[in-house]
C-alpha cells in the first residue's frame, strides 16, 4: 500500500492531500522558526534537569502522606529552573488549570482587597471563581473585589486604563496570555513584560499573575522572564507533552508558591505532603518532551490557518502572524458549522473515532459546548481537540497535531460541507468534561433532542427522572432503552444503590437477570419510581447497567426478550 491509498483509506481524498501538500510547501520557512524555538526551550529543559541532577530515583513512587519525597520536590526544581523562578508547585493533586489559577488567587488575595484584571474578561470557568457568575466559596464572596480593563481594538494593553483602574486596594494583576473562548489575539510575552513593568513602576508591590496555559513553549521566553510573581498552568497542556495523565503548575516568587502551598494542601503543611502515586516518569518524561511537542501543536495550528484562510473562512490569528500560543480559532459562523468541524476532527482521531461530537452543558461555562477530543488523558489539549462554546461568532478552537498526518489532513476540510450539513447523528459523543448527567438524546430516527440531553448510542435514551413525566416515549426499533440519569454521582448512589450485581455491572450474586414484572429492590426504597415509570409508560422490562461507572435503570421499551444494549 502506497501513501496515496493508505490516506485513501482512511478517508482523505488524493484531492484534499495535494490541497494540503500545496500548503505545507507554502509554509516551509514559518516551520524552519519554529523548529528553532522548539531546539531552544529543549535545551533550557534538559539545562534545568542536568542541573538538578535528574535520576532514575527520582521516578519512585510515594505514597500516603508523601514525606520526604524527593521525586516531586526535586521536579519543582526542575520547573522552577526551567522557568527562571524562585520556586514551583507541581502536583497532581491539582486538577486541572482552573484549579491552579483559583488556588494562586485565593492564596494571594485577602478580604478586602482587589483583583484588577488587565486583559479583558477571563476565561470562562473564572467567572464562578471571581463571582462574575454567583457560586459559593468565590472570591466575591470572601470579601475580594474585582476590577477589569479590557485590551483595546488591536489587542494591546490600555495602559491609560490601567493607570485609572490601579488603586491602594490593588493586590494582584490578572494577566491571561492565551484567547480563551474568546476571538481576538494571544498576547505576546514581550508585551506582557510591557505591561509587568508598568504595573510594576506604579505598584512596586503588586503581585502579577500570569495565566500561561497553552502558551508554555511557544515563544523563547515566559513571563516570569519579565517580572511576572506567578505563571500558573496545566500539566495536561503543553508541558505536560501529552504524557502527563493529570495536574497542574504555578511557579514564581518563594512567598506566593509558600501561600499556594498553604492552600492547596493546609497552613502548616505546604509542600511537605502529597504523595506523586507513581506519575513521576510521566511528570518528568512529558515535560522533557513538551517543547518538541509543542512545536508540532504549532506547526498544526499554522497549517490549519492556512488552510482555512483559503477556504474563505476568519481565522485569528492569520498563518502569517507571530504565534503566541497553540491555539487555532476559526469562526464558521453557524451552530451547523461548527458541528461539522468538530466531526471531521474526531473521525480523523485514535480515539472515539467513530463518535460524533455534539454540543452539550459543561462545569464552568454558560453556554453549551462542542467538544471533539481524540485523546487519551481526557481534556488534554496537547493531543488533538477542537471546542467552543456554541454562541456568537460560532468559533472553533483547535489545539495540537502535526501536520502531515490524518488528523491534520481531515482538519484541512473538516468544515467544507459545513453549510449543508444538518445534525443527523447514528452516534454521538459526550463532550469529555460533562457531568455525569449531561448526556444527550437522539437517534437515527429522532435527530431532534428530546428535552434537556441526547443519546450517546442509537436506540438508547438518558434522561433526568424529573424529566420523566414530560417525556413522550415513541415506540421505536431504533429507541428500546431509557436510562435514568441523576445529577451528581453522590445522588445517583443514594438513590440507586443496588444490593445485588448482574452480570453486566460485574457479576456477583444473584447474577440472573431479573424476570418480567419483577423490579429489584434498593436499600433506599427508591424502587417506588421504578414501578411508577412502570406504570406511566407500559409493562417493561427493568434492568441494571454499569455505563462508566454510573449505576442507572434501563427500561425495555419493546416486548422483547432482555440482552445487553452496545455501550461501554
Not at 504549532?298 to 473562512?313: M, P, T
Not at 481524540?374 to 477542537?386: D, K, N, P, R, T
Request: with cysteine; glycine share 8%.
Amino acid at each position: 500500500m502506497n501513501r496515496d491509498e493508505m490516506y485513501l483509506s482512511l478517508g482523505v481524498s488524493d484531492k484534499v492531500l495535494q490541497f494540503g501538500e500545496a500548503v505545507l510547501d507554502e509554509l516551509k520557512p514559518r516551520f524552519a522558526g519554529i523548529e528553532e524555538i522548539a531546539e531552544l526551550n529543549q535545551a533550557k529543559v534538559i539545562g534545568a534537569m542536568q542541573k538538578n541532577r535528574v535520576n532514575a530515583t527520582h521516578f519512585a513512587a510515594s505514597t500516603g502522606y508523601g514525606y520526604d519525597d524527593e521525586g516531586r520536590d526535586n521536579l519543582e526544581r526542575v520547573y522552577a529552573s526551567a522557568f527562571h523562578t524562585e520556586a514551583a508547585l507541581v502536583r497532581p493533586q491539582i486538577t486541572c488549570g482552573t484549579h491552579a489559577l483559583a488556588i494562586a488567587l485565593s492564596a494571594n488575595l485577602l478580604p478586602g482587597d482587589e483583583m484588577l484584571a488587565i486583559s479583558g474578561k477571563p476565561y470562562d470557568t473564572l467567572e464562578e471563581v471571581i463571582g462574575l457568575r454567583e457560586s459559593p466559596c468565590s472570591l466575591k464572596e470572601y470579601g475580594v473585589s474585582y476590577g477589569q480593563v479590557d485590551l483595546r481594538e488591536d489587542g494591546s494593553f490600555d495602559f491609560p486604563a490601567i493607570e485609572r483602574a490601579l488603586n491602594d486596594k490593588t493586590k494582584l494583576i490578572h494577566i491571561q496570555r492565551s484567547k480563551g473562548y474568546c476571538p481576538r489575539p494571544t498576547i505576546s510575552v514581550d508585551a506582557i513584560g510591557e505591561a509587568i513593568a508598568f504595573c510594576k513602576k506604579l505598584c512596586p508591590d503588586v503581585v502579577v499573575m500570569v495565566d500561561n496555559c497553552y502558551g508554555e513553549f511557544v515563544e523563547a521566553n515566559e513571563p516570569s522572564d519579565f517580572g511576572a510573581d506567578m505563571i500558573v498552568g496545566s500539566l495536561i497542556k503543553n508541558p505536560g507533552g501529552g504524557l502527563a495523565p493529570i495536574g497542574g503548575y504555578i511557579c514564581g516568587t518563594q512567598k506566593c508558591i509558600d501561600r499556594c502551598a498553604y492552600r492547596l494542601s493546609a497552613p502548616g503543611l505546604g509542600q511537605e505532603v502529597g504523595a506523586n502515586l507513581g506519575l513521576m516518569p510521566a511528570l518528568y518524561q512529558g515535560f522533557f518532551l513538551a517543547p518538541s511537542v509543542v512545536s508540532g501543536a504549532v506547526k498544526g495550528a499554522v497549517f490549519v490557518a492556512a488552510c482555512y484562510e483559503k477556504l474563505g473562512f476568519t481565522v485569528v490569528p492569520s498563518s502569517k502572524e507571530a504565534r503566541h500560543d497553540i491555539i487555532q480559532c476559526v469562526e464558521l459562523g453557524s451552530p451547523e458549522g461548527m458541528v461539522a468541524f468538530c466531526k471531521g476532527i474526531q473521525s480523523a482521531a485514535a480515539v472515539d473515532s467513530y463518535v460524533d461530537p455534539v454540543p452539550a452543558p459543561m462545569p464552568g461555562y454558560d453556554s453549551d459546548v462542542i467538544m471533539a477530543a481524540g485523546a487519551f488523558v481526557q481534556g488534554s489539549s496537547i493531543e488533538l481537540s477542537a471546542d467552543g462554546p456554541v454562541r456568537e461568532p460560532y468559533a472553533v478552537y483547535y489545539q495540537a497535531v502535526s501536520p502531515g498526518t490524518t488528523q491534520a489532513w481531515r482538519a484541512a476540510v473538516a468544515a467544507k460541507d459545513a453549510r449543508r450539513r444538518t445534525h443527523h447523528p447514528a452516534v454521538t459523543k459526550i463532550s469529555p468534561s460533562v457531568k455525569d448527567t449531561a448526556f444527550l438524546c437522539s437517534s437515527v430516527e429522532h435527530p431532534q433532542p428530546t428535552g434537556i440531553f441526547a443519546a450517546v448510542r442509537p436506540r438508547v435514551l438518558f434522561v433526568f427522572p424529573s424529566d420523566i413525566k414530560n417525556l413522550t416515549v415513541q415506540r421505536s426499533l431504533t429507541i428500546q432503552y431509557v436510562v435514568l440519569a441523576f445529577s451528581d454521582r453522590a445522588a445517583l448512589l443514594e438513590r440507586q444503590r443496588p444490593v445485588f450485581k448482574d452480570r453486566l455491572s460485574g457479576g456477583g450474586r444473584s447474577s440472573r437477570p431479573p424476570q418480567d414484572g419483577h423490579c429489584r429492590r434498593y436499600r433506599d426504597g427508591s424502587s417506588r419510581r421504578v414501578r411508577n415509570f412502570r406504570r406511566r409508560h407500559g409493562d417493561q422490562l427493568v434492568h441494571y447497567l454499569d455505563v462508566s461507572a454510573r449505576i442507572a435503570a434501563v427500561h425495555r421499551l419493546d416486548d422483547a426478550r432482555l440482552s445487553r444494549p452496545p455501550l461501554h
